[in-house]
């Protein structure tokens, strides 16, 4: 694992000097979109609305919209924006562990101590463990200000961001409004119906059964020779300037020359590679740009 953060814990004068790392990843098959003619790759463009024209990211800004009015958010206002930059996790209390509602729990992450001496690091777990007490505690991540529980778990200190309490919906539902008459018979059943269910939760009983059949299947079809070269999928842009040129995506030629010099350097030509990744963007930008003039002289004839 690699620290996605290094600070330190802070309650009165102790400070735990830490590094933060992600608890949990995406197992999920990753998957693009392809056409089903020719199984060539589909991309999403960023289109202006106004003019037709593909963007450049450079020169796409953030915006609000009320429904009627939109303001647009340069990125020179948000970087004049109060950055939160602070390298501490500050207690600002200790609560009852019961008292933290699991649906206010968002993303987790293991806390490694970051200093010869664990002792404080040490000092802070069992205090938590003993007192039954969860610490809530607001730091700074990716430049933003978030609120976090932090607990034990197997010996390791566990972040967990909370959700705002204004991110939490409240569930108003008219149709509960009305209490349900519920027997006792009825009740003495379901109970028994729980009990027949009873056991100990043991999470590696359980797997996600949609993600192992479709490796299955991914598995299956490459055994079998259903596949097709990758490059082939991207497709070429057509020569010269005839009918039916191909805009080039100008970040994905980048990433192909990123894949082509980083192979190159494999060998020792690191300088070969600078240069392919340069005559690549030159490229796309020709003939992205050839190709918006034509059509703009297309639309005016």
């Known amino acids: 694992m690699r620290a996605i953060w290094k600070g330190a814990v802070t309650f009165g004068l102790v400070n735990v000097p830490v590094k933060l790392y992600s608890a949990t990843e995406d197992h999920d098959v990753p998957l693009h979109q392809v056409h089903d003619a020719d199984g060539g790759r589909i991309r999403y463009k960023r289109v202006c609305e106004i003019d037709g024209e593909v963007v450049p990211y450079e020169h796409i800004d953030r915006a609000y919209d009320d429904g009627e009015r939109t303001v647009v958010l340069t990125k020179k206002d948000l970087a004049d924006l109060p950055a939160e930059r602070d390298r501490e996790i500050s207690v600002v209390e200790f609560v009852p562990s019961e008292q933290i509602d699991p649906i206010m729990l968002d993303r987790t992450y293991y806390l490694e101590p970051d200093s010869k001496s664990t002792k404080a690091y040490v000092l802070l777990r069992r205090t938590l ?165 034509r059509s703009k002289s297309q639309k005016a004839g």
């Open 129 to 293: 463990e003993e007192t039954d007490r969860t610490a809530v505690v607001k730091f700074a991540l990716r430049q933003r200000t978030r609120l976090a529980a932090l607990r034990v778990r197997d010996e390791v200190l566990v972040l967990q961001t909370l959700l705002w309490a204004d991110e939490i919906r409240e569930a108003a539902f008219p149709a509960l409004d009305e209490p349900a008459k519920v027997s006792e018979k009825e009740l003495t059943m379901s109970a028994q119906l729980v009990s027949s269910f009873e056991a100990d939760f043991t999470p590696e009983d359980y797997e996600d059964e949609y993600q192992v059949q479709l490796r299955k299947l991914v598995e299956a079809k490459l055994e079998s020779g259903e596949s097709v070269d990758t490059a082939a999928t991207f497709g070429e842009a057509a020569e010269g300037d005839g009918e039916g040129a191909e805009v080039v995506d100008l970040m994905e030629a980048l990433k192909r020359s990123v894949a082509e010099s980083k192979s190159k350097s494999k060998s020792g030509s690191r300088s070969t590679s600078t240069t392919a990744s340069k005559t690549a963007s030159k490229t796309a930008s020709k003939t992205a740009s050839k190709t918006r003039s």
